[in-house]
């Protein structure tokens, strides 16, 4: 009964190693692709370096979601990744730019909130001034009359 688990174990492993190697073995470009492709085609790329891969490669995926295998040493290759790095870059300077700009647009509108508020105290300030003055008008007016003589 042990000898049946350990054989069974062995297999089992045996099986799972064997799909992990051939799971691998499929992302590996096993050729260049010939031709050039479009730069307005490419959407993106990476590169193949895995230990398990037989050779270096630079994966160029289209727009259509297609992925084409090229010699990394090729001058055209190179200028290709060049161009995605540069246009990423741009793309990334972009959005942070944006970026900074709505928070200067967040700290100018907060800015004249601020001062729209101040404003606004300023009036009530004024405004309970000119009702206490109001207010001690009227007791003066009041104190400094004279009483009425009844005769």
């Given amino acids: 009964m042990k ?10 492993a045996l099986i799972v190693s064997s799909t992990a190697f051939a799971g691998s073995s499929n992302t590996c470009c096993m050729k260049f692709s010939s031709g050039i492709l479009s730069r307005k085609l490419i ?4 590169n193949e370096s895995n230990s398990l891969c037989p ?20 001058s055209w290759v190179q200028n290709i990744i060049k161009y995605l790095n540069e246009k990423e870059k ?3 300077t972009t959005q942070n730019s944006a970026s900074i700009s709505t ?17 606004d105290k300023e009036k009530m300030h004024m405004a309970t001034q000119n009702s206490v003055s109001t207010e ?13 003589s009844i005769m």
Avoid at 43 to 46: C, D, G, H
Avoid at 61 to 69: D, G, P, Q, S, W
Avoid at 108 to 114: A, F, G, K, L
């Fill in 3 to 12: 000898m049946l688990l350990f054989v069974s174990l062995c297999i089992s």
């Fill in 55 to 74: 050779r270096h490669a630079v994966v160029f995926v289209t727009l259509k979601n297609r992925t084409f295998c090229f010699d990394p040493k090729q």
């Fill in 90 to 92: 741009l793309h990334m």
């Fill in 136 to 148: 001690k008008k009227q007791s003066y007016s009041f104190s400094t009359s004279q009483p009425s």
């Fill in 103 to 119: 928070d200067k647009e967040k700290l100018h509108m907060t800015t004249q909130n601020s001062a729209s508020m101040s404003t």
């Fill in 43 to 46: 959407a993106r790329y990476y």
